[in-house]
Each structure stands twice: as C-alpha cells, then as structure tokens.
C-alpha cells in the first residue's frame, strides 16, 4: 500500500512540476505583430501543438494551413499566403501583389 500512494504523490509532483513551467500545450504560444510595405498590418499566432498559422488581418481571421516551401515556411488558407523565410516575410492577400512585412 505504501508504494502504490508513493507512486501517486511522485505522479501528481511531475504532474504539478510540469504545468509550473509551463510545458503544457496551453501555454505554448506565439504571436507576432507585422507591419507591411503596402500599409497593411496583421497579427499571426503559432501554437505548439497545431501546424497551422493563425491570422487577423483586415479584421478577419484566417487559419492557414502550412504547405510545402524549398525554404523557410509557407502558409496559406482563404485566399492569404504567408511566408517566411530567413531573407524576410511576405504576405498575399485577395487579388494584392506579394508585399514585404515587418516584425514591430
């Protein structure tokens, strides 16, 4: 008896450990602002545990799926393309050429 409840004080401390750092899925996140060439802003988020890209831009919010790249990342969904890349980022959106974006 003495080693099944040792077993579940360890298990719930890694348990507790673990959210403390902040290993758990909820917590792995990033969002970025960009600003664009064209004047354009939008803000994308990445989350740990999905492989999408999640966008607001023109007020609306778009999930993009990440697509096949030579280099870098792709993203793309309702008519938004965003890449990624080490040269820069860019963004696509409707009938609008490629522009060039900034992190602020």
């Given at each position: 008896?003495?080693?099944?409840?040792?077993?579940?004080?360890?298990?719930a401390a890694?348990?507790?450990?673990?959210?403390?750092s902040g290993s758990s899925p909820a917590f792995a996140q990033?969002?970025?602002t960009y600003r664009c060439a064209d004047g354009s802003q939008f803000i994308v988020g990445f989350f740990r545990?999905?492989?999408?890209?999640h966008l607001?831009?023109?007020?609306k919010a778009v999930t993009l799926g990440k697509r096949l790249a030579l280099s870098g990342s792709r993203y793309s969904g309702g008519?938004?393309?965003l890449k990624?890349?080490?040269?820069?980022?860019?963004?696509?959106?409707?009938?609008?050429?490629?522009?060039a974006c900034e992190q602020i």
């Open positions: 008896m003495n080693w099944c409840k040792a077993i579940i004080i360890f298990g890694t348990f507790a450990a673990g959210l403390a990033t969002f970025q545990s999905d492989r999408r890209a607001q831009i023109d007020g008519g938004v393309t990624i890349t080490r040269a820069g980022t860019t963004v696509k959106h409707g009938k609008r050429p490629a522009t």
